[in-house]
């Protein structure tokens, strides 16, 4: 294993503002257990990417042109199950309510929370590898 006790967390960023994507690279690449291993735009291009690349993490924004996130998620988890997606948005807290009862994201984390938590979210998630899933399969509902 790299870099200590575990593996590199394989992490995919989707996102339709440029700007944030960017910053989102930025902030990934400071990490050493954290490899980015793609950058998308809208939902179609993140399960293109994710059956390409088979990210442990998605960060996934939810309003994007040509598919939505909401949309993407349930493609991904058809394809991918055991990838750990974060609902990335700026959606109300009613709505959020809305969306953990229906979504198939395993988490949630509002676009104005501070990066280190984010980031934090992505190694949490990013630990639940897939050989200890069947034992410990759960949601991360998280508030961030």
């Known amino acids: 294993m790299l870099f200590g006790h575990y593996p590199l967390i394989r ?10 994507r960017f910053s989102l690279k930025l902030a990934l690449d400071c990490h050493q257990q954290i490899k980015l291993v793609g950058l998308a735009s809208n939902g179609k291009e993140a399960i293109e990417m994710t059956e390409h690349h088979h990210p442990d993490v998605i960060i996934l924004d939810l309003q994007m042109p040509v598919m939505d996130g909401l949309t993407a998620s349930r493609h991904i988890k058809a394809i991918e199950p055991k990838t750990q997606i974060i609902a990335y948005s700026s959606i109300d807290d009613f709505q959020i309510d809305l969306l953990l009862g229906t979504a198939k ?32 399969e759960q949601k991360v509902y998280s508030r961030l």
Request: proline share 5%; glycine share 2%.
């Open 11 to 20: 992490v995919l960023v989707v996102d339709d503002h440029e700007l944030t």
């Open 105 to 136: 994201v395993d988490a949630f984390c509002k676009k104005d929370t501070p990066t280190k938590d984010l980031i934090k979210l992505v190694e949490k998630l990013g630990k639940l590898k897939p050989d200890c899933w069947e034992e410990t």
